[in-house]
T-cell receptor, first 112, second 108 residues
Framework: DTEVTQTPKHLVMGMTNKKSLKCEQH?????MYWYKQKAKKPPELMFV???????INESVPSRFSPECPNSSLLNLHLHALQPEDSALYLC???????????FGQGTRLTVV | GQQLNQSPQSMFIQEGEDVSMNCTSS?????WLWYKQEPGEGPVLLIA?????ELTSNGRLTAQFGITRKDSFLNISASIPSDVGIYFC????????FGAGTRLTVKP
């Protein structure tokens, strides 16, 4: 089983809304990642959690707030987003940091 | 950071043709990965390469880890319409760095 599950699949939110993206894996992986992907571009790393601790923040604006409640779950809390934040948000996990990663289906986010 | 150069940017081929794409880097990687992404979906891992010179197959797909550890290629033999998508190479050295992708279109 190499499944990473993301919810919701689609999300439309206003610039004053607060919403959360969720990611779950049951492979026992101890590294989890958030990526942002714009159309026709490769995924860009946002955050890395290793053993439930935030280990990498790629200078992401504070309107994106990650959370790792336990080793299977990863959340991305969104607040006061801008239209340019509209993108496909991908969650991924790997056995440990630095190993091959498996991606979820992504959440297509539209900010209006 | 390390830059990955992936080529070609796009390919338009006839069903049944073979496809070849490659990635080069200015620095070495410990692992090379190849992903396929279809519209509206996340990238799916196709092949992982761990040793310089390694040649690995997955069905009609074959990938190689370059001897210098700075490059990798992916071949698809006898393409079919469902091969359509964007293929990304990725190099792993702690962080994962992606190439810009190769967009493949297969005409029936």
């Amino acid at each position: 089983d190499t499944e990473v599950t993301q919810t919701p699949k689609h999300l439309v939110m206003g610039m004053t809304n607060k919403k959360s993206l969720k990611c779950e894996q049951h492979m026992g992986h101890r590294a989890m990642y958030w990526y942002k992907q714009k159309a026709k571009k490769p995924p860009e790393l946002m955050f890395v959690y290793s053993y439930e601790k935030l280990s990498i923040n790629e200078s992401v604006p504070s309107r994106f707030s990650p959370e790792c409640p336990n080793s299977s779950l990863l959340n991305l809390h969104l607040h006061a987003l801008q239209p340019e934040d509209s993108a496909l948000y991908l969650c991924a996990s790997s056995q440990v940091y630095g190993q091959r990663a498996f991606f979820g289906q992504g959440t297509r986010l539209t900010v209006v | 950071g390390q830059q990955l150069n992936q080529s070609p940017q796009s390919m338009f081929i006839q069903e049944g043709e073979d496809v070849s794409m490659n990635c080069t880097s200015s620095s070495i990687f410990n692992t090379w990965l190849w992903y396929k992404q279809e519209p509206g979906e996340g990238p799916v891992l196709l092949i992982a390469l761990y040793k310089a010179g390694e040649l690995t197959s997955n069905g009609r797909l074959t990938a190689q880890f370059g001897i210098t550890r700075k490059d990798s290629f992916l071949n698809i033999s006898a393409s079919i319409p469902s091969d359509v998508g964007i293929y990304f190479c990725a190099g792993l050295d702690g962080d994962m760095r992606f190439g810009a992708g190769t967009r493949l279109t297969v005409k029936p």
